[in-house]
T-cell receptor, first 116, second 113 residues
Framework: QKEVEQNSGPLSVPEGAIASLNCTYS??????FFWYRQYSGKSPELIMS????GDKEDGRFTAQLNKASQYVSLLIRDSQPSDSATYLC????????????????FGKGTKLSVKP | GAVVSQHPSRVICKSGTSVKIECRSL??????MFWYRQFPKKSLMLMAT?????????EQGVEKDKFLINHASLTLSTLTVTSAHPEDSSFYIC?????????FGPGTRLLVL
């Protein structure tokens, strides 16, 4: 069973703080990792993708990948109330998951609340 | 770039009628499109994977005769909910894939009365 695990939260941080969102995955051969943000009642929006071990930064967002530990995280610096949303971790494995190539396996998401 | 549109954004229909939802990639060609369904406060559930020019691959438990998918071109996929019933009321979201990255449409909220 291929799984992606996230703490459902809610994770509450004060405005201006660093929010740290974590995700673990079960398939050691997974190659591609994504973070999506989903506001209530809206569809997911891609924040970042990461493929190699280490950090990848994009503005206030930093994705971190550790394939040895099967762990991927998202840091949000200088958190704003507008960052309040559910953050979805998604993984593509090394082979088909019973469907077509490229199926994403989603975690259940972590709800982030940034308090003014 | 990588914009995906869906139409309609919201639809209300009577039980027993069919509803067609369009998903378009506006500025890129998508080799694969995906259809998801999301109930309130629940996770995204993949319904089917659609490749242009071939039959869709449905996830276990999704009735292919009820949820008809047509992938007419590299920029258009349609989902038709046939003989809709109130339990089909949900948020339907498509995504289009380019180089493994999925970009989501804004979703279609379906309410079946």
């Amino acid at each position: 069973q291929k799984e992606v695990e996230q703490n459902s939260g809610p994770l509450s941080v004060p405005e201006g703080a660093i929010a740290s969102l974590n995700c673990t995955y079960s398939d050691r051969g997974s190659q591609s990792f994504f973070w999506y943000r989903q506001y209530s009642g809206k569809s997911p929006e891609l924040i970042m993708s990461i493929y190699s071990n280490g950090d990848k930064e994009d503005g206030r967002f930093t994705a971190q990948l550790n394939k040895a530990s099967q762990y991927v995280s998202l840091l949000i610096r200088d958190s704003q109330p507008s960052d309040s949303a559910t953050y979805l971790c998604a993984v593509i494995g090394p082979f088909n998951y019973g469907g077509s190539q490229g199926n994403l396996i989603f975690g259940k998401g972590t709800k982030l609340s940034v308090k003014p | 770039g990588a914009v995906v549109s869906q139409h309609p954004s919201r639809v209300i229909c009577k039980s027993g009628t069919s509803v067609k939802i369009e998903c378009r990639s506006l500025d890129f060609q998508a080799t694969t499109m995906f259809w998801y369904r999301q109930f309130p406060k629940k996770s995204l559930m993949l319904m089917a994977t659609s490749n242009e020019g071939s039959k869709a691959t449905y996830e276990q438990g999704v009735e292919k005769d009820k949820f008809l998918i047509n992938h007419a071109s590299l920029t258009l996929s349609t989902l038709t909910v046939t003989s809709a019933h109130p339990e089909d009321s949900s948020f339907y979201i498509c995504s289009a894939s380019v180089q493994e990255t999925q970009y989501f449409g804004p979703g279609t909220r379906l309410l079946v009365l």
